[in-house]
């Protein structure tokens, strides 16, 4: 935390973007908002950025990359001299870091990846379709007790 706090070139904690359905960069409250991004940790230093997302559970087994991926591409939308976003989560209990690199050129593959699934989440709204999606949140969190997989 304190090679974070000590990092050169401009710092910003819980910066809040917002991007247009068309990608644009937008106020966070924006009437036009599309999506809204909260960014824990970002460090600009010439066309460079470090993004941080602190973690304080446990490390999950598998690696999802979106809101790493997520936050490159707001960022990037908002900084147009960015040319490199190196994202990162940051578990503080246990003193580990998985990152990755993201460059202005990777913006088109990911919103590929990422739009995909946003489509179907608006189908879903749209016909209040949510079938169970079974995960280790269920038997704590989730507010359905209908769903088979609640457990309580």
Not at 13 to 42: H, M
Request: proline share 7%; with cysteine.
């Amino acid at each position: 935390m304190t090679t974070l706090a000590d990092a050169p070139g401009k710092v910003y904690t819980e910066q809040k973007l917002g991007l247009t359905s068309d990608f644009q960069p937008c106020a966070f409250f924006g009437g036009n908002v599309w999506f809204r991004q909260v960014i824990d940790y970002t460090q600009i230093r010439d066309a460079k950025a470090v993004v941080v997302d602190y973690k304080t559970g446990s490390i999950p087994e598998q690696n999802d990359p979106t809101q790493l991926q997520l936050s490159a591409v707001t960022l990037f939308a908002h900084q147009p001299k960015l040319e490199r976003v190196r994202a990162a989560f940051l578990f503080v209990s246990h003193n580990r870091r998985r990152e990755i690199t993201y460059r202005r050129g990777d913006i088109h593959a990911i919103w590929a990846g990422i739009l995909p699934r946003v489509r179907r989440m608006i189908q879903a709204r749209m016909n209040q379709e949510f079938p169970p999606n079974p995960n280790r949140l269920c038997r704590k969190y989730c507010a359905v007790t209908s769903c088979p997989f609640h457990g309580r």
